[in-house]
């Protein structure tokens, strides 16, 4: 990037959740220009009539997806868009200059077959192949290089990163992982749907799609790559009565000695230069309220002796790291800024 240019983006989707939350970190980026916002509902429609907490801030106003248009605009294209549009959309992107995050699942998987086991049949089989997941904090080189990022799943994010040092160092076992996750209703998109309905959601804790979701595989892949062998986990998402924040707890049976210290220390040093990863002090541990509206992970561990298991709890903010802030940190890494560019603000005390 030449030094002083601005970085010129697009938000392809800007009028969901994530989409409006792209909209909202890189109005804020000291070095990007905000050039364009696409909406098919909304299409010519100011971006604060959508949204009224942008209005007076954001002026963009919503147009209809153009490749042509897009591509000789912007050098990043977000694409916020539901399974299976990406997969159209980012071919016609790929001859422009521009480089392509995007947030759903249609470039997370290098294998096909596992993508289209729980999704739909990839009509981009190559340029999938040519996709870096963007799990940040594993991934960094590949991303500084790649033209197109698969931006990790919210329930992935908070899962992988406290499982990835573990895994990879050989301390627990790769057989009989169990993930239970807790998300807010913000995941499950801005779309009508009965489970979403105020009377339907409040005060209530319901699991669902258990041992069925569709992220199982994307996080059996990645915990596959790091353990250098197959990896299968059992995985029991929760929706909880909150409108954004993931909690999600792990249990792994111990390959070798540790207590919470070592394993502590173990995740101190395998993350000592990840500014967003915060490891929690052995007598805490991580609430959702903590990380809101922030790009942070906050982990903690506990070793069960009795059981010889290994605990960890993570949080996120599942519209920010999990989604948004995510694929604002891989632009900076793809565009060799500051990784915290623009998602550094303190987070809220209470």
């Known amino acids: 990037m030449t030094q002083g240019k601005k970085i010129a983006a697009a938000v392809v989707g800007a009028t969901g959740y994530a989409g409006a939350e792209l909209v909202r970190i890189l109005w804020d980026h000291p070095q990007v220009e905000l050039k364009a916002v696409t909406s098919r509902q909304y299409a010519g429609q100011a971006i604060a009539q959508v949204f009224p907490a942008f209005q007076g801030v954001v002026p963009l106003v919503c147009e209809e997806f153009n490749a042509q248009s897009i591509g000789e605009r912007a050098d990043v294209v977000f694409l916020a868009l539901p399974h299976k549009l990406p997969m159209a959309?980012?071919?016609?992107?790929?001859?422009?200059?521009?480089?392509?995050?995007?947030l759903s699942a249609d470039f997370r998987f290098n294998d096909q077959a596992a993508y289209e086991a729980v999704?739909?049949?990839?009509?981009?089989?190559?340029?999938?192949?040519?996709?870096?997941?963007?799990?940040?904090?594993?991934?960094?080189?590949?991303?500084?290089?790649?033209?197109?990022?698969?931006?990790?799943?919210?329930?992935?994010?908070?899962?992988?990163?406290?499982?990835?040092?573990?895994?990879?160092?050989?301390?627990?076992?790769?057989?009989?992982?169990v993930i239970d996750a807790k998300s807010g209703a913000s995941g499950a998109g801005r779309g009508l749907?009965?489970?979403?309905?105020?009377?339907?959601?409040?005060?209530?804790?319901?699991?669902?799609?258990?041992?069925?979701?569709?992220?199982?595989?994307?996080?059996?892949?990645?915990?596959?790559?790091?353990?250098?062998?197959?990896?299968?986990?059992?995985?029991?998402?929760?929706?909880?009565?909150?409108?954004?924040?993931?909690?999600?707890?792990?249990?792994?049976?111990?390959?070798?000695?540790?207590?919470?210290?070592?394993?502590?220390?173990?995740?101190?040093?395998?993350?000592?230069?990840?500014?967003?990863?915060?490891?929690?002090?052995?007598?805490?541990?991580p609430r959702t309220s903590h990380v809101r509206g922030t790009n942070y992970v906050h982990i903690a561990a506990r070793v069960d002796e009795h059981a010889n298991r290994l605990i960890l709890v993570s949080v996120i903010d599942n519209l920010?790291?999990?989604?948004?802030?995510?694929?604002?940190?891989?632009?900076?890494?793809?565009?060799?800024?500051?990784?915290?560019?623009?998602?550094?603000?303190?987070?809220?005390p209470v």
């Open 193 to 285: 749907s009965l489970t979403t309905h105020y009377c339907e959601l409040t005060e209530g804790f319901s699991a669902y799609k258990v041992a069925a979701h569709r992220h199982c595989p994307e996080m059996e892949e990645i915990l596959s790559r790091e353990a250098g062998r197959d990896v299968k986990i059992t995985f029991a998402p929760h929706l909880v009565p909150m409108s954004r924040g993931m909690l999600a707890t792990s249990y792994s049976m111990l390959e070798k000695d540790l207590d919470t210290p070592a394993a502590l220390e173990i995740l101190r040093e395998f993350y000592k230069d990840a500014e967003f990863v915060k490891i929690c002090p052995d007598n805490a541990l």
């Open 89 to 102: 959309i980012a071919p016609q992107l790929e001859g422009t200059n521009t480089r392509i995050v995007d």
């Open 119 to 177: 999704y739909q049949p990839h009509t981009s089989p190559e340029l999938m192949k040519k996709s870096v997941y963007g799990l940040c904090e594993l991934y960094r080189k590949e991303i500084a290089q790649a033209f197109i990022i698969g931006n990790p799943g919210c329930y992935p994010t908070c899962s992988l990163l406290p499982l990835a040092p573990f895994i990879q160092q050989g301390v627990i076992s790769t057989r009989g992982i």
């Open 320 to 348: 920010v790291k999990g989604a948004a802030g995510q694929a604002v940190q891989n632009m900076n890494i793809m565009f060799g800024l500051a990784e915290g560019a623009g998602l550094n603000a303190a987070p809220y």
